[in-house]
């Protein structure tokens, strides 16, 4: 079973920051917070991932909070080619499968 | 580059037939993933290969279901006897598996209806 829980879906304003949050209350010291995002008829797509501190990249930024029982994955500028289901996955760093919820979906609108 | 790709895209078959999904990983990735995607549902593992090591079967539905990667490289899924509930997209991933962190490089999946 998925170890995060986040909200089945998101509406945002193209051009504003889109803030999608992720609850995983159980996770282990050793799992880190991986976000990943599927455009309808697409593969998924890796977004970014995190330990305990925040982490950002050309895509979005990931704010863990300090006992690592959440996070938010930050758009800053969200445009409608971000519309897709978003992705929280918990899990250790190396190697083996993803275990996938069931997401937030994410519109953006015009 | 290349990414990971899937073959073949669509595949229409017969309750009962036999059908064979092909994936090429990306070079030189050492692990490979298959997921699959029923309609309105989220994404599930199916099987990982790792290198030389056996691989994790441990998401595979029934004996029906089985895959093999040949020379580290090529895999292909194999469902024999397929069922109407066996319609899925069927993705694969790869990956390098390194110690960094683990990107998984999904393909475009191969949509697979059973009559």
């Known amino acids: 079973d998925a170890k995060t829980t986040q909200p089945p879906s998101m509406d945002c304003a193209e051009g504003r920051a889109a803030n999608l949050p992720c609850n995983h209350s159980?996770?282990?010291?050793?799992?880190?917070v991986y976000w990943y995002r599927q455009i309808h008829s697409q593969g998924p797509q890796y977004i970014i991932h995190?330990?305990?501190n925040n982490e950002t990249n050309e895509m979005a930024s990931l704010i863990i909070t300090e006992d690592r029982k959440s996070s938010t994955l930050i758009l800053p500028h969200a445009t409608l080619r971000d519309t897709a289901v978003y992705y929280c996955?918990?899990?250790?760093?190396?190697?083996?499968?993803?275990?996938f919820g069931q997401g937030t979906e994410l519109s953006v609108k015009p | 580059g290349a990414g990971v790709s899937q073959s073949p895209s669509n595949k229409v078959t017969e309750k009962g037939k036999d059908v064979e999904l092909r994936c090429d990983p990306i070079?030189?990735?050492?692990?490979l993933y298959w997921y699959r995607q029923s309609l309105g549902q989220g994404l599930e593992f199916l099987i990982y290969?790792?290198?030389?090591?056996?691989?994790?079967k441990s998401g595979l539905p029934s004996d029906r279901f089985s895959a093999e990667r040949t020379g580290g490289s090529v895999s292909t899924l194999t469902i024999q006897r397929t069922q109407q509930e066996d319609s899925a997209v069927y993705l694969c991933?790869?990956?390098?598996?390194?110690?960094?962190?683990?990107?998984?490089?999904f393909g475009p999946g191969t949509r697979l209806t059973v009559l």
């Open positions: 996955i918990v899990r250790v760093e190396k190697g083996g499968k993803l275990i």
């Open positions: 991933a790869s990956s390098f598996d390194r110690a960094s962190y683990n990107e998984q490089f």
């Open positions: 070079s030189g990735h050492t692990a």
């Open positions: 995190g330990l305990k």
């Open positions: 290969f790792q290198g030389n090591s056996a691989p994790d």
């Open positions: 159980t996770i282990s010291g050793n799992e880190y």
